[in-house]
Every structure is written in structure tokens, then in C-alpha cells.
């Protein structure tokens, strides 16, 4: 499966790895959509990292949802 947008292509069904920053970002409108769409393509295999200075517990239960065994690192106050 190829995932294409503007001036984008990528072979999503090789990846290994992915890592997506400013994950609190991608996982609210008007990109959501978008986000999921191509996560929907990634092999269930694929190690996920997805990372954000920020994240309200909207987007943690979004990102609960997206990732296997998920591990939260927590730096400062929360």
C-alpha cells in the first residue's frame, strides 16, 4: 500500500519503525483524520513511538488506543 498526499510517497507496508513528534498535534483536528488514516496502513508489527512536549488526556487516550504495550516518560511536573 502506498500512502500518498502533496509531494509525499512513502511505502508504508515495509516500515519497521515509526516515530511521529508532536504527537498532540497529529491526533487532533484538522489533522486526526489524516493521522489515523495512514497509522491504519502501517503493518501491525511496526514499533511506534510517538512523542509530544505536550498531551492533554484526550490525546493519551487517543494515543493508548494507537500503540501495543504503551510506555509513558514523564519529565518535570505534569
Given at each position: 500500500m502506498i500512502f500518498?498526499?502533496?509531494q509525499i510517497l512513502i511505502?508504508?507496508?515495509s516500515l519497521k519503525i515509526?516515530?511521529?513528534?508532536?504527537a498532540d498535534q497529529l491526533l487532533k483536528s484538522p489533522h486526526l483524520e489524516s493521522t489515523d488514516e495512514f497509522l491504519q496502513l502501517i503493518p501491525k508489527q511496526a514499533i511506534k513511538g510517538?512523542?509530544?512536549a505536550t498531551?492533554?488526556?484526550h490525546t493519551e487516550e487517543l494515543a493508548r488506543q494507537i500503540l501495543h504495550d504503551?510506555?509513558?516518560h514523564v519529565i518535570g511536573l505534569k
Open positions: 500518498r498526499e502533496p511505502q508504508v507496508y515509526l516515530i511521529l513528534d508532536e510517538l512523542f509530544s498531551m492533554d488526556s504503551p510506555v509513558q
